[in-house]
């Protein structure tokens, strides 16, 4: 399994998260027409050790609400689910997940808000 499929399945599992969206974490773009809150999730890179194999990928989560309040909220949880997060889960030994940052945005066409939360994961695919 992908690790990107490993870490959405960690995040809804986590019980804050899935309060406040459910299953809607989507990978890369979201649905046609999207219910809100929601988290769209990517790989940013993922450079990997020749000889360990240990790859150090960089994740981002975006958490998008129709108020800043709830895309701040959101972002809280899915960095509290993932950051520090260590285990073996799907074929992969997650050895560490660290919180590197996050900004603020919002589109004044759409109204919607969102915050990018940007990860570091690293794992190593057993």
Do not use: K, N
Not at 27 to 47: D, G, K, N
Not at 48 to 70: F, H, K, N, P
Request: charged share 20%.
């Amino acid at each position: 399994m992908q690790i990107e499929s490993v870490l959405r399945s960690i995040l809804v599992a986590d019980p804050d998260v899935a309060a406040l969206i459910g299953a809607r974490a989507y990978q890369m773009h979201l649905p046609r027409e999207p219910t809100f809150p929601a988290v769209i999730y990517q790989m940013i890179s993922r450079p990997q050790d020749g000889l360990t194999g240990i790859v150090q990928a960089r994740m981002q989560y975006t958490c998008m609400a129709e108020s800043w309040r709830g895309a701040a909220d959101l972002a809280d949880a899915v960095r509290c689910a993932l950051h520090g997060y260590r285990g073996v889960r799907d074929g992969a030994r997650i050895e560490q997940v660290r919180y590197l940052g996050q900004h603020d945005d919002h589109d004044e066409t759409t109204g919607i808000y969102w915050i990018p939360v940007d990860l570091s994961v690293t794992y190593l695919e057993v």
